[in-house]
């Protein structure tokens, strides 16, 4: 895939593909280039428990606005484990509590993530995403649409890596796709993810029978 350039031209943008197209590692390169913990967490992580990170991040330049973001946190699904055993252990069970509304860790994976969203994102922020709908079920992922039209309205800006065509109905959004042929704007009811699961939704007895033949 090459790219030139990307801009971010909302308060969403949504970048999508199939697995293994790149959009994850897209995602944590500039999480890295605007200065976050390769696995996640605020500004001020700085932990590390594999060395797995891509070297993408050597290979863009970052162009900011005038506006400087006050928060911030990237969060991806596959090591958020890390971060909330990292958020226990350098803020201890007090600062858990007023800052993330307790330890994550006794909560299931998605009510760990909604506490983590609404306690910890405070606004004016750069919130980096990816594949949150991992942890969330159909009904958390409307409520995380909820935070992030609060978070939107109070200047915040959301780069999310998604299969989730619930979270891509979010209103306005950009949706950057990724395919063999590089990086493309498309309209919501144009992505894969959209279509699919319309498809199935009104034709689903025809297409498991297609699908499960023997």
């Known amino acids: 895939m090459k790219l030139d350039e990307l801009k971010f031209r909302r308060s969403v943008t949504f970048i999508v593909g199939e697995n293994g197209s790149g959009k994850s590692t ?4 500039l999480a890295i280039k605007a200065g ?13 428990t594999m ?3 891509s ?30 055993s990292e958020i226990d252990q350098v803020l201890g069970k007090d600062l858990a509590l007023r800052n993330y509304g307790g330890s994550l860790h006794e909560r299931s994976h998605g009510e760990s993530f909604l506490a983590l ?4 994102l405070s606004g004016q922020g750069l919130y980096i995403f990816d594949e949150p709908e991992s ?3 159909m009904t958390s992922q409307l409520n995380l649409l909820i935070e992030m039209k609060a978070l939107v309205e109070n200047k915040s800006q959301f780069v999310i890596a998604t299969h989730s065509p619930v979270l891509l109905a979010y209103p306005g959004a950009d949706i950057y796709q990724i395919s ?3 990086l493309e704007l498309v309209d919501y009811e144009h992505t894969e993810q959209y279509r ?6 009104n034709n689903h007895q025809q297409m498991i029978a297609c699908l499960l033949q023997p």
């Open 135 to 137: 942890a969330l079920s």
């Open 196 to 201: 699919l699961m319309k498809y199935f939704i």
């Open 36 to 48: 976050f913990n390769p696995e996640g967490g605020s500004l001020n992580f700085n932990f590390k």
């Open 180 to 182: 063999d042929g590089g």
């Open 51 to 53: 060395d797995s990170h």
């Open 26 to 29: 897209l995602l944590e390169a």
């Open 55 to 84: 070297e993408l991040y050597n290979d863009i330049k970052l162009v900011r606005s005038a506006y400087r973001n006050t928060d911030g946190f990237f969060l991806r699904a596959e090591s958020f484990y890390n971060v909330a």
């Open 117 to 120: 969203v609404h306690n910890r």
